[in-house]
């Protein structure tokens, strides 16, 4: 089953613009993880940001966690073209090595 | 090294047959997890392994499915009697993690996409 629910489905913005996307989930967990997929292809992975973490960055990637409202959001700033992808958040559950994965984020942006 | 490989690439068979999935994890990597991807969708949790311990096959969906990792390398997903409702991508994923409470990546193999007509 899903747990983690990406917010919006899908979302279209200009070259150099800065896309938000945002991840809920319901149970505790011990990190959350995001990664990429271009075109149905590879999983990329992103950044792991661990439970005892509020924020990350790598790059022009920035997530935030907040385990009170049990949410994350992924910013990627000044977007390229090379980012039109889906993303998904990834969780791994308390007391579980698996990865529980949203539907994603079908992010594109325009040249 | 390189990367998590896995093959074939590409797998078409016939309802009834029986395939084997082969994933190669990065080398050292300590856990193998097995995951099936619909079309449009995120990974689902088939099962996983700790060196060649089968720790969780909750995420199998019934008793067709099997793995196994012999020597806590290179692992093998099988189906039997293949069925239509089985048709997806079939990704393999190898982290470092040992211990109960460190947090390692997933790093995701290409995937296997099985077809079954």
């Known amino acids: 089953s899903q747990q983690g629910e990406e917010d919006p489905q899908a979302l279209s913005i200009q070259e150099g613009e800065n896309a938000t996307m945002n991840c809920s989930y319901k149970t505790s967990i011990n990190n959350l993880q995001w990664y990429r997929q271009n075109s149905g292809r590879g999983l990329v992975h992103l950044i792991l940001?661990?439970?005892?973490?509020r924020e990350k960055h790598s790059g022009r990637l920035r997530v935030t966690l907040d385990t009170s409202k049990k949410s994350s959001s992924l910013l990627i700033t000044a977007s390229r073209a090379a980012d039109t992808a889906s993303y998904f958040c990834a969780t791994e559950n308390t007391g579980r090595r698996a990865l529980t994965f949203g539907s994603g984020t079908r992010l594109q942006v325009q040249p | 090294g390189a990367g998590v490989s896995q093959s074939p690439r590409y797998k078409v068979t016939k309802r009834g047959q029986d395939v084997a999935l082969r994933c190669d994890p990065i080398?050292?990597?300590?856990?193998l997890y097995w995951y099936r991807q619909a079309l449009g969708q995120g990974p689902e949790f088939l099962t996983y392994f700790n060196y060649e311990a089968q720790q969780d096959k909750s995420g199998l969906p019934n008793d067709r499915f099997s793995a196994e990792r012999p020597e806590g390398s290179i692992s093998t997903l099988t189906i039997q009697r293949t069925e239509q409702r089985d048709s997806a991508m079939y990704r393999c994923?190898?982290?470092?993690?040992?211990?109960?409470?460190?947090?390692?990546?997933?790093?995701f193999g290409p995937g296997t996409r099985l077809t079954v007509t």
């Open positions: 080398s050292g990597h300590v856990s």
């Open positions: 994923a190898s982290s470092q993690r040992t211990g109960l409470t460190s947090s390692y990546e997933q790093y």
């Open positions: 940001i661990r439970s005892n973490e």
